[in-house]
């Protein structure tokens, strides 16, 4: 089983730039184990949990709004997007909620492993073949998979990792999936015919985190280093290296 943050509540903060501590506002309990992830979405946070829940709060006066419950293991990630709530968990499920009705939509079954990561590509982005737009999830099984959102229906399995896909962004204007794995490599999918396009080696490492900006993809991995592609050819154009640990978690900020 993959270590997630072991976040026992979920925590509102304010502070400024250049002051030594931050005040906490309010503090959400609620969850029965440790919290994986979160989402701000307005004025409500998502957060899922080991708990096999997700929940969504009111950011400003703590209140639990709503209880998403379904699955059977620990929900790995959340994504909120065109008023629907996406989930991936250790159940081999990936799910989609209505955000209003706390009800499960849509079950996405046919990982054989956790599914760790997701995202989404919204209707007006892609072929009417696919009405309802397309939900990605990458999975311990070494595999992503393309989800038909309005049917449930699995629309390709996109194969070529030997290890588990960790992380993934997608390019919705260029129809095309990146993924990154304990097998080193970023690989780039086509997620309309599934083809494998490009792959991208240079790690040493787990590939822990992506980012896509600017048709440029940063890597981050258990290395230590920052990889920076060009999103279509897959050549390095630069390396970041000072960590001392594995990269986690990345962010692009523009000038910077």
Known sequence: MFPVPELLDSRRWVGGLGTAAAEVLSTRCGHESYVTFCQLEDEAAFTCSADCTI???????????????????????????????????????????????GQVAREFRGHRNCVLTLAYAGAPCVEEAVAGGLLVTGSTDSTAKVWQVASGCCHQTLRGHTGAVLCLVLDVPGRTAFTGSTDATVRAWDILSGQQLRVFREHQGSVICLELVNRHVYSGSADRTVKCWLADTGERVRTFTAHRHSVSALKYHAGT
């Open 55 to 101: 929940r969504k709060w009111d950011v400003l006066t703590g209140q639990c709004l709503q209880v998403f419950r379904g699955h059977t293991s620990i929900v790995n990630r959340i994504l909120v997007a065109d008023n629907q709530l996406f989930s991936s968990s250790y159940d081999r499920t990936a799910r989609a909620w209505s955000v209003d009705r």
